[in-house]
């Protein structure tokens, strides 16, 4: 079992910028390729970033590219997401998840955090 911890979430005006945290414990953190995702109300949980299990490589999400870095520290055990130049679009909840395979499909993800929640206001 692994279990994950988001923080970071807020209200922040548009062109703002928030970082986000999610805190592993549990099985060994660095097996796992680490992922947000993000669910707006009355929308379906959508794919955000994802980063594997060494940190060498990161992908994201057309919406997000250019905005958001993700990236990890696996001696903390924590994956963070910045957030930058954010939109009123970017208001969702915002969770962390851990998969053994990597994806950026939610259903590939076997671990997910409780959520955090971003509002951006125009």
């Known amino acids: 079992q692994v279990q994950l911890v988001e923080s970071g979430g807020g209200l922040v005006q548009a062109g703002g910028s928030l970082r986000l945290s999610c805190t592993a414990s549990?099985?060994?953190?660095?097996?796992?390729?680490l992922g947000w995702f993000r669910q707006a109300p009355g929308k379906e949980r959508e794919f955000a970033a994802a980063?594997?299990?060494?940190?060498?490589?990161?992908g994201y999400a057309d919406s997000v590219k250019g905005r958001f870095t993700i990236s990890r520290d696996n001696a903390k055990n924590t994956v963070y997401l910045q957030m930058n130049r954010l939109k009123p679009e970017d208001t969702a909840v915002y969770y962390c998840?851990?998969?053994?395979?990597?994806?950026?499909?939610?259903?590939?993800?076997?671990?997910w955090g409780q959520g955090t929640q971003v509002t951006v206001s125009s």
């Open positions: 998840a851990a998969s053994t395979s990597g994806s950026r499909r939610a259903s590939d993800y076997d671990y």
């Open positions: 549990g099985r060994t953190f660095s097996n796992y390729v």
């Open positions: 980063i594997t299990d060494s940190g060498g490589s990161t």
